[in-house]
């Protein structure tokens, strides 16, 4: 029923920039969260950012905050991840993912894991080059 189709992925050097977009539809109600995923080679899926459609309650990991910022436009159906001053270790696959749920506060609560997450995009590489 949801669907969630991730782009502006590629390969960019290190201390450049990149957005992201992640285009949903299907969704039954605005009670949800969508947060942001990567995973880089040899390591699990982290949560690296998170915003709740219902309230605007947020989250960042601390290996993003202050690069990285989320954002939503309601018109669109989209979210978007603005990636600042990127780094190698940046390198992963890209991934959105939605949460239902009507606590304003879960990003904040639960969006460094991916667990609880059972809506995601196919994903979108994104590579840094020193």
């Known amino acids: 029923e949801i669907q969630l189709v991730e782009s502006g992925g590629g390969l960019v050097q290190a201390g450049g920039s990149l957005t992201l977009s992640c285009v949903g539809s299907g969704f039954p109600s605005d009670v949800y969260a969508i947060g942001w995923f990567r995973q880089a080679p040899g390591k699990e899926r982290e949560g690296i950012s998170c915003v709740s459609k219902r309230d605007d309650n947020t989250y960042y990991a601390d290996s993003v905050e202050g690069r990285f910022t989320i954002s939503s436009d309601s018109a669109k159906n989209t979210v978007y991840l603005q990636m600042d001053s990127l780094k190698p270790e940046d390198t992963a696959v890209y991934y959105c993912?939605?949460?239902?749920?009507?606590?304003?506060?879960?990003?904040?609560?639960?969006?460094?894991?991916?667990?609880?997450?059972?809506?995601w995009g196919q994903g979108t590489q994104v590579t840094v080059s020193s």
């Open positions: 993912a939605t949460k239902i749920t009507r606590l304003r506060y879960y990003c904040s609560a639960y969006g460094s894991t991916p667990r609880g997450f059972d809506s």
